[in-house]
């Protein structure tokens, strides 16, 4: 069964650091991108990252740019994404997404149930 | 880069057919291929309904189809269901800096 875990979700105060990791299992990980999509309480979806199944190519929003960074251990079949200079906005529900190919799909086939942060002093 | 626009709600009685639309900038839906539709619960992850306009994924039911003409992407769902209540989103791949933007989601109340 494919399946996508994520951990590593919690209470961080404005400006610090936390860092996600979905683990996969049931598919070969590293033959497809994969992505992080977020949704705030109450809100919509927005993406927020996606990685090439060999992790060369990573492509961010510009709302995370410069303070995230995402990457992918295929020995581990494990994503990550290292989140630093949290802001209150960053508040959201992270989901992992398996894309289509080994290259991005622009579109997300399967999610994990995903893992709440939330940034509050 | 702003949201796609869809409608905030739609509705319809079971049986019916309801389309909802997805509307965006010459940049995205119009200049790519790549829309998508998304369907959530309450709580729940979202689940891919159609992907690149029209395709339906293994194990989505044949109601769910989607379509596109200029800037306006739309899903339709026929005979509906109790089950079809839920949250739907749009994605497009956009020549903007960030590379995904979502629509803001319609609620489908199934009367």
Not at chain 1, 65 to 86: A, E, H, P, V, W
Not at chain 2, 59 to 84: C, H, Y
Request: net charge neutral; glycine share 12%; charged share 15%.
């Amino acid at each position: 069964e494919v399946q996508l875990v994520e951990s590593g979700g919690g209470l961080v105060q404005p400006g610090g650091s936390l860092r996600l990791s979905c683990a996969a299992s049931g598919f070969t990980f590293s033959s497809y991108a994969m992505s992080w999509v977020r949704q705030a309480p109450g809100k919509g979806l927005e993406w927020v990252s996606t990685i090439s199944g060999s992790g060369a190519s990573a492509y961010y929003a510009d709302s995370v740019k410069g303070r995230f960074t995402i990457s992918r251990d295929n020995s581990k079949n494990t994503l990550y994404l290292q989140m630093n200079s949290l802001r209150a906005e960053d508040t959201a529900v992270y989901y992992c997404a398996k894309e289509e190919y080994g290259d991005p799909s622009w579109f997300f086939h399967l999610w994990g149930r995903g893992t709440l942060v939330t940034v509050s002093s | 880069q702003s949201a796609l626009t869809q409608p905030a709600s739609v509705s319809g009685s079971p049986g019916q057919s309801i389309t909802i639309s997805c509307t965006g900038p010459s940049s995205d839906v119009h200049g790519y291929n790549y829309v998508s539709w998304y369907q959530q619960y309450p709580g729940k992850a979202p689940k891919l309904m159609i992907y690149d306009v029209s395709n339906r994924p293994s194990g989505v039911s044949n109601r769910f189809s989607g379509s596109k003409s200029g800037n306006t992407a739309s899903l339709s769902i026929s005979g509906l269901q109790a089950e079809d209540e839920a949250d739907y989103y749009c994605s497009s791949y956009t020549s903007s800096n960030t590379l995904v933007i979502f629509g803001g989601g319609t609620k489908l109340t199934v009367l």
